[in-house]
């Protein structure tokens, strides 16, 4: 397929249905209704706005999440308040609803299969300093709408199922990619998807510096995008080296051979053989961004350990339904070591060579010989089962060891590369 | 044991009986006297003299080689030429006699059990260029006689025994060591075994350099000795960096804690479990020298070929008893690998990733993806037994590949280390 039948067709991909569309204006509005009638009546100071992806038209089919925000106009009352008042009437209303928290509190209502979101900010000006992290919000969406022809809506949700399919969307810590709203900033500031996709394969990282106005902001980070209604953050301070590269690899591939694999949500042929090994856990009680963080780190402590016990880790991940299991999976040469290892000592000539030499003289080891200026001797390694090796590390309880049964795509081809 | 206690006790292991003195001595005169004779008869214009260690009285015991120099006072007659007037008297008499080759011909003489060489040279002065290999034995024996008084010929048969030992005494290929006449040097110098080993704790490898007069000769090797009647010659040439680490280390322990196991030919004990393999050849029709210079050159580019396969060569060595088999020795972590292997592809902004990505497309392979800036792909190993691995390279025929059977040194424990 030609670059232009492949994205006249996936523009027909990412584009929602008539009724979809429907909906969301439907949901959005009628919560947005109901929302202002309670502030009003609570005698909050505050207007109520669609803002996001639902609002600007460029949310992807079957996303199920709208935002509405509650824009305090003064200081009078605390996100706290605003939340407990609304759950409270939603509550007389038989309404169902959850309390959830990012860096605030927000309410989610259930309606229909919609999760709306009502997220109660207060309302700041360009350049002033946000209270919380949802304060920006209405900036952002300003700056957008300002900055976004209607046309560029599809544009927009291209770039989006792109890096959706090649696992990059998203700031969460699951994922370190790139947010919505930085994926409608680069669309804003390029143009248009493959104007994207053409710079970045350009990109380098660490030397990647995109604003839209003149800066003399520092930041450190793989990929630097300021945030143009707030010059002291970078819109792209979550998205990871790795993210970065996996985005300028796919961009480069898919100009060079365009195809709707980039579209199309897949999974890859499994590859049998590959030993692996998978520790785990059951799901704490506990915000999605504070687990995956805590167990990226579990992840990669254990993936030096595995090394330093002799194991060869090939490609290790953090997996979880975000419900009931999180587990650690490492991709290995083999699950089971050989018996003798070697172990480098000093150079002849070094103070330290003393030292190393008594420790295993009474050893069963093969030497203590030279070679090159170096003594060596072969000795028993302390483990050979990676089980064995886990456990000395992690301690006796609450995970499961499942050797070779994981299935999932660290062992699969990758199912969109062209 | 203290320092005194094993000196005392080596001194009467290194020390021939009155017997074997009595032997050498007697043979040395009657074959010197025979050689004088016959070369007189055929009108050859030189002296014949014994030389080496068995003139010096540093051999050790046991040790069955006793050297008669043919020395030609002019260059009218070509060492071949003495040579077959040797071996056709010698037949004449009935005698049991062998051609050899070293850089040049020489006979060797069976007399009871011991093996006289018996080697034409010519005569030169100090500082003149040698036509042969041989023409220095003279000169070498001239020095060390002058600087070596009698009673240091123990401190020179305790040396040699030390560096018989720990493996490292001889200038031959096989050891790459020290040979007799360096050993003697280096008494000459340092004026005993024990400040032998006291300056060798302070070598440090390509930064010694020893002489006995002052010189401006540059050499490239581990160690430098300059040979007092050749300043243009190293007689350490021979020493590899292992044997000159080797001799450091063991000098250091000994020190350290002196013990009767350096001067004891022993066997470490058999480390069970490591595995290895050996590639057994028969022995070629070739001098010694050829064949472990072949051989090691050979084992040193199979050692390199089973790394790239990606097993661990922890140490590796030639072995020949130089009469039915050669055979290169690998000990190894493992003989069988499994059956994945990471492969690490080049930057994702790399025009070469194109290359790696199209290379691996079809292949039944984990990814590509990317770890950090790179590119990575999961795939087959080519081989996964150490047998298959090893006949890619020696091709199908002319020696037996044997699986964890070896039990020599290389997987011993080290049995003089203290």
Not at 117 to 124: A, F
Not at 292 to 309: D, I, N, Q, T, V
Not at 372 to 389: N, Q
């Amino acid at each position: 397929m030609t670059l232009e039948e492949v994205l006249k067709e996936a523009a027909r991909l990412v584009t929602p249905s008539e009724e979809e569309e429907r909906n969301v204006k439907e949901i959005s509005q009628s919560v947005k209704e109901l929302v202002s009638q309670i502030v009003r009546e609570e005698g909050v100071n505050s207007e109520v706005e669609v803002y996001g992806s639902s609002a600007r038209g460029t949310w992807l089919p079957g996303q199920r999440d709208i935002d509405v925000f509650v824009v305090m106009l003064d200081r009078e009352r605390s996100p706290e308040d605003v939340v407990r008042l609304l759950t409270r009437r939603f509550s007389e209303l038989g309404l169902n609803w959850t309390l959830r928290y990012a860096q605030h509190p927000y309410v989610t209502l259930q309606v229909r299969s919609y999760e709306v979101d009502i997220v109660p900010c207060y309302k700041i000006q360009p350049g002033e300093r946000p209270v919380t992290a949802a304060d920006r919000s209405p900036l952002h969406h300003k700056f957008l709408v300002e900055r976004l022809k209607p046309e560029q809506a599809l544009e927009v949700r291209l770039l989006k199922r792109f890096l959706q399919t090649i696992g990059v969307y998203g700031a969460e810590v699951k994922v370190e990619g790139f947010s919505g709203y930085l994926s409608e900033l680069l669309v804003a500031y390029y143009g248009s998807f493959i104007n994207v996709l053409k710079a970045a394969t350009s990109w380098r990282p660490y030397r990647t510096y995109i604003s839209f106005y003149e800066s003399n902001a520092k930041f450190k980070a793989p990929l630097i995008v300021l945030d143009p209604v707030d010059p002291n953050r970078n819109a792209a301070a979550a998205v990871s080296l790795t993210s970065m590269s996996i985005f300028i690899l796919a961009a480069r591939r898919f100009l060079k051979r365009p195809s709707l694999s980039y579209f199309r949500q897949e999974q890859g042929d499994l590859v049998e053989g590959v030993n692996r090994v998978e520790v785990v856990y059951p799901y704490p009680n506990e915000p999605p961004d504070v687990v995956w963080g805590r167990f990226k780190r579990l992840g990669r402590a254990l993936a030096s350990w595995l090394r330093e016990c002799g194991f060869r880790v090939m490609r290790w991940g953090v997996e979880s339904d975000e419900r009931t299991y999180v587990s650690l999976i490492y991709v290995v040469e083999q699950t089971q070591l050989p018996p003798y290892v070697i172990h480098r000592g000093p150079p002849v000539y070094d103070e330290a060579v003393d030292k190393f030499i008594e420790k295993y003289l009474g050893s069963d080891v093969v030497g203590p010989f030279v070679q090159g200026t170096r003594v060596y001797v072969i000795k028993r390694r302390r483990y050979t089962e990676i089980t064995e090796c886990i456990s000395a590390r992690l301690g006796k309880g609450g995970y499961n060891i499942r050797v070779n049964l994981y299935s999932g795509e660290l062992i699969r081809k990758n199912p969109w590369i062209t």
